[in-house]
């Protein structure tokens, strides 16, 4: 059975919830990903944080990317998925939560990973992708 870990995107880093949304886009851009995770004082997830993010919650409203801070656009309960965890179950979570960009966790809790779109793409059927893309963008 495939698992998480053999379809995540390895190495996945995290960003700290007082770090500038500034510094978030320059990592961003440095590990050419379109999201981070967010993690709190305790290296606890707290959220994720997309690119979109930073433009519509922080540059569109006037407010300043060099003071903003990460963990002021960390929203909702943060979702993840265990490094083991079956591929079915991935798709489960990312369809019922109508999300794009998954955490992987260890036993130990650590980041491990992230699961995208575009990890799908590479390692499931089609048939299963047509199912996640009706899924997750359909209008609710």
């Given at each position: 059975?495939?698992?998480?870990?053999?379809?995540?995107?390895?190495?996945?880093?995290?960003?700290?919830?007082?770090?500038?949304?500034?510094?978030?886009?320059?990592?961003?851009?440095?590990?050419?990903?379109?999201?981070?995770?967010?993690?709190?004082?305790?290296?606890?997830?707290?959220?994720?944080?997309?690119?979109?993010?930073?433009?519509?919650?922080?540059?569109?409203?006037?407010?300043?990317?060099?003071?903003?801070?990460?963990?002021?656009?960390?929203?909702?309960?943060?979702r993840w998925i265990p490094a083991d965890a079956d591929?079915?179950?991935?798709?489960?979570?990312?369809?019922?939560?109508?999300?794009?960009?998954?955490?992987?966790?260890?036993?130990?809790?650590?980041?491990?990973?992230?699961?995208?779109?575009?990890?799908?793409?590479?390692?499931?059927?089609?048939?299963?992708?047509?199912?996640?893309?009706?899924?997750v963008y359909a209008q609710s």
């Open positions: 059975m495939t698992k998480a870990a053999d379809i995540m995107h390895p190495g996945a880093q995290w960003i700290s919830a007082t770090e500038t949304l500034d510094r978030a886009a320059q990592l961003m851009r440095e590990l050419d990903v379109g999201a981070l995770p967010i993690a709190d004082e305790n290296e606890r997830l707290c959220g994720i944080l997309t690119d979109r993010d930073i433009v519509v919650g922080c540059v569109a409203v006037g407010k300043d990317p060099s003071r903003a801070r990460a963990g002021d656009l960390a929203k909702g309960t943060p591929v079915s179950d991935v798709l489960r979570e990312m369809e019922q939560h109508k999300i794009r960009r998954l955490p992987v966790i260890d036993k130990d809790k650590r980041l491990v990973g992230m699961i995208s779109e575009a990890d799908l793409a590479h390692h499931l059927s089609d048939d299963q992708i047509a199912e996640f893309v009706e899924k």
